[in-house]
């Protein structure tokens, strides 16, 4: 276990459907992180959050979207699904201190299949 | 912008015996973090090791040593005795320190089998 949860694991949904991921950092963590995994585009970074705040957004589409609350977990929502959409979402975490930072730790995903 | 290059798919190597991966890199920046993660059939994300662009010796994890060559963007990954444990896809990643993010940028991957 490496601390950060993500729910659920599995998620099999219809076109134009809307969906919600969520994740839970590691304790102490205060950004996260989403990634999206497919097999023609790599990982790809979606959006990060620290202690509440949007902090950068990479390709997010304007159908995806995000928050984090106020106890550090954070939810990624995914609307209008497509067929494209189907792939591994991760979250991840880390602790930022003094501008260094020791890596993410990655959740174990969830695996979005869009039929 | 940063990139990040992995130039092997594929590789394979003997169970014990010693296999290196490669990654090139670009960026401008004088200052960032280099990473490589793991990804087992299991899909999760494990940190294998890390090395500060300011630190001229090369990191170190166990089985597992990088040959970090600044002037030239590489950082690749040594694996010694490998174990069946091993295979895996790997991804070498970048990231800018004191950015305003600390977002990681990976390249396409190498899938590593090892045999028995």
């Known amino acids: 276990d490496s601390g950060v949860t993500q729910t659920p694991k599995h998620l099999i949904t219809a076109t134009g459907q809307r969906v919600t991921l969520r994740c839970s950092p590691r304790s102490g963590d205060l950004s996260v992180y989403w990634y999206q995994q497919s097999l023609d585009q790599g990982l790809q970074f979606l959006i990060q959050y620290y202690n509440g705040e949007e902090r950068a957004k990479g390709n997010i589409l304007e159908r995806f979207s995000a928050q984090q609350f106020p106890d550090l977990h954070s939810e990624l929502n995914l609307s209008s699904l497509e067929l494209g959409d189907s792939a591994l979402y991760f979250c991840a975490s880390s602790v930022e201190e003094a501008g260094r930072t020791h890596g993410y730790t990655f959740g174990s995903g969830t695996r979005l299949t869009v039929v | 912008a940063q990139t990040v290059t992995q130039s092997q798919p594929e590789m394979s190597v003997q169970e014990a015996e010693t296999v290196t991966l490669s990654c090139t890199y670009d960026?401008?920046?004088?200052?960032?973090?280099l990473f490589w993660y793991k990804q087992p059939p299991s899909r999760q994300m494990i940190l294998v090791i890390r090395q500060e662009a300011y630190k001229q010796q090369n990191a170190t994890e166990n089985r597992f040593s990088v040959n970090f060559q600044k002037a030239a963007k590489s950082f690749s990954l040594k694996i010694s005795d490998s174990q069946l444990g091993d295979t895996a896809m790997y991804f070498c990643?970048?990231?800018?320190?004191?950015?305003?993010?600390?977002?990681?940028?990976f390249g396409t991957g190498t899938l590593l089998a090892v045999q028995p």
């Open positions: 990643a970048f990231m800018k320190q004191n950015g305003a993010t600390n977002k990681l940028i």
């Open positions: 960026t401008s920046e004088n200052n960032y973090y």
